[in-house]
């Protein structure tokens, strides 16, 4: 099992997401703190260029070395968001 964390990004009203229990862990002012996170482009599974996240969980690290440009995926990154 690999650990794994999803950070959406919601302007506006995000109400809706209370009843699918995503927590809210900040409120954003500006784009410069999101503009700073990686970015390898809308999921293929949701039509984008980005890497899939079906064959990322199946295929772990070898999905990623087969895609030169994703490369830097499996490193960490750290953003301050305060």
Do not use: K, Q
């Not at 295929?59 to 990623?64: H, Q, R, S, V």
């Amino acid at each position: 099992m690999h650990p794994v964390m999803h950070i959406y990004f919601v302007p506006g009203n995000n109400s809706w997401l209370d009843a699918l229990r995503f927590v809210p862990i900040c409120t954003v002012v500006g784009m410069e703190a999101v503009l700073r996170f990686p970015s390898y482009g809308e999921l293929s599974d949701m039509g984008g260029p980005g890497p899939s996240l079906g064959r990322l969980y199946e295929e772990g690290n070898a999905y990623i070395r087969r895609h030169a440009e994703w490369r830097d995926m499996a490193r960490t990154t750290h953003v301050r968001l305060c």
